[in-house]
């Protein structure tokens, strides 16, 4: 098992930048992606960003180029840099950990509320 803890969420102005942080415990070293995805009210979970621990990433195309994901140096902790941020990234975020197996565990989600 695996248990993931967020922290960094609240309420920001348009335009403005949160990061968000994710520490992994337990069964850590089958982890292979960790990764964030959002819900807003009234819609799907949908993908913000992964990082594999070979270094690839993936970002969905409504934040390339305004979020940053990354990892620390043991992949224990993966950290999404969210900048310009838009009323539309409001949202429930949630960190994901993936094994190489494909077993997947979430964290219980921290709140993003970007309104003026």
């Known amino acids: 098992q695996v248990q993931l803890v967020e922290s960094g969420g609240g309420l920001v102005q348009p335009g403005g930048s949160l990061r968000l942080s994710c520490v992994a415990s337990?069964?850590?070293?089958?982890?292979?992606?960790m990764g964030w995805y959002r819900q807003a009210p009234g819609k799907e979970r949908e993908l913000v960003a992964t990082?594999?621990?070979?270094?690839?990433?993936n970002y969905a195309d409504s934040v390339k180029g305004r979020f940053t994901i990354s990892r620390d140096n043991a992949k224990t902790t993966v950290y999404l840099q969210m900048n310009s941020l838009k009323p539309e990234d409001t949202a429930v975020y949630y960190c994901?950990?993936?094994?190489?197996?494909?077993?997947?565990?979430w964290g219980q989600g921290t709140q993003v509320t970007v309104s003026s």
């Open positions: 994901n950990a993936a094994y190489y197996g494909g077993r997947a565990f």
């Open positions: 337990g069964s850590i070293f089958s982890i292979n992606v």
């Open positions: 990082s594999s621990k070979g270094g690839s990433t």
